[in-house]
């Protein structure tokens, strides 16, 4: 199955892209197919893009963390799982800004579950995708 992917990237505007290519080469060495890994890239970038764009809002921007994991069950097929993390402070969306606020259902359209863990004033917050199944190889 591999070891897992994990990495930090500072909140900047270039993550998001670097995110997708190292996510999508891991996902494609693993053999997930082509059009779930397409769809399982779009959600952790809609993650990955937020945290960057929202997490850090009036401080210093930290790091944005992206892990994926292989879950593979009984029935020899398998998920996967990312979780897209940052430490910054939960704020909610600016009024102002109409055309946002649909990335959990944008997360949701192309993924089997999400979950949002938000944290305390430090904690951070965390997005958590799992794919759909595919076969295991």
Known sequence: AGAPLAFALPAQSGAPGLARQRL????????CPPELAEDLVYAANEAFSNAC??????????????????????????????????????????????????????????????????????GGTEVVLVSHRFPAR
């Open 53 to 122: 764009e929202h997490a850090y809002r009036g401080v210093r921007p930290g790091l944005v963390g992206l892990e994926a994991t292989l879950l593979p069950d009984a029935e020899g097929t398998v998920r996967v799982r990312v979780v897209v993390r940052d430490r910054g402070r939960w704020a909610p969306p600016d009024p102002g800004r109409r055309h946002h606020g649909r990335g959990l259902a944008i997360m949701a359209a192309f993924t089997a579950s999400v979950g949002v863990r938000r944290g305390d004033a430090d």
């Open 24 to 31: 999508r080469a891991w996902l494609a060495a693993r053999d």
